[in-house]
């Protein structure tokens, strides 16, 4: 095993654990930096008893590397390996009949990988497409993308497409529902787009009739598809409480104009609570199970959303990315009217 791909699956599996960024960086720079020295030097370090002398590898990943020069899997890949499969829980045959994901990010927000790597991941795990869903411009912390950026992405996507086929990347975006209930993005884009989330990530302690509104006319446009995990709730960490708004006027919006609610499976949201999701399914809502994923192993999480989907007898029918992607792609255009 080279020491750049056990490195690479060591990151992997630590994304997949939802670890530390602080970890998973460590890692990642410790990847790149075998990358960058080429495998003969840091053989000739390595039997030189020198390989820590490098910028980013310390006695961990050092280790790591070591082992895997010696021809062994190294331990502490062997132990994520084992550690951090995800049981499928009930889910099993809901994740099977599920052929793509419509929430992911790349590195050209605030995700951690290339757009191509996400792609590659998403091949290996039996999926048919992916929707690329970066964030929009006023999320500046997400290095959110601006029409220009946004179209050079298109650019780029289309090029992958070539190489990728079969598989296809949908172009798409994570855009943001500003205050007032207006999208983040150009009315020319979001219309160019195959698939739009839209989500809340600003003043998500506004009063509830505030909020009510403000996902009603999200909703309500003709360009949104999916909305991206609706209470903003995480349950994590130091946790954040759920947004407060009417959910039987957002969900009755969301019927009545096509939009789907999305089952985040990111596992600190796991957005929407079962109480909201059973009643968006009394409102015959569609269903969209994403990952919302920042990291190829974050990818492999929809196996939480379909075992929480499957435990509440959701059919496949009703969940978007059971369709293909011709068919996904028809539906986001036609919706609206439906
Ligand atoms: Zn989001
Ligand atoms: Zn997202």
Known sequence: MRPADALDRIVYLLDRDLAETTKVRAFARARDVVIDVGDEEIERLHAAGKLTDLPGIGPSTGGVIAQALAGEVPGYLARLEAETVIPSGEGGALRAALRGDCHTHSLWSDGGAPIEKMARTAIALGHDYMVLTDHSPRLTIAHGLNPKRLKEQLVEVEALNVELAPFRILTGIEVDILEDGALDQTEELLARLDVVVASVHSKLRMPEQEMTRRMVM?????????????????????????????????????????????????????????????????????????????????????????????????????????????????????????
């Open 218 to 338: 999200a909703v309500a446009s003709p360009h949104v598809d999916i909305l991206g995990h609706c209470t903003g709730r995480k349950v994590a960490g130091t946790g954040r409480p759920q947004s407060q708004f009417d959910p039987d006027i957002v969900f009755a919006a969301c019927a009545r104009f096509g939009t789907a609610v999305e089952i985040n499976c990111r596992p600190e949201r796991q957005d929407p609570p079962e109480e909201l999701l059973s009643l968006a399914l009394d409102w015959d809502c569609r269903i969209s199970i994403d990952t919302d994923a920042h990291a190829p192993g974050q990818l492999e999480w929809q196996v939480y959303g379909c075992d929480k989907a499957a435990r509440m007898g959701i059919e496949p029918e009703r969940i978007v990315n059971t369709m293909t992607a011709d068919d996904l792609v028809a539906w986001t255009a036609t919706h609206a009217t439906a």
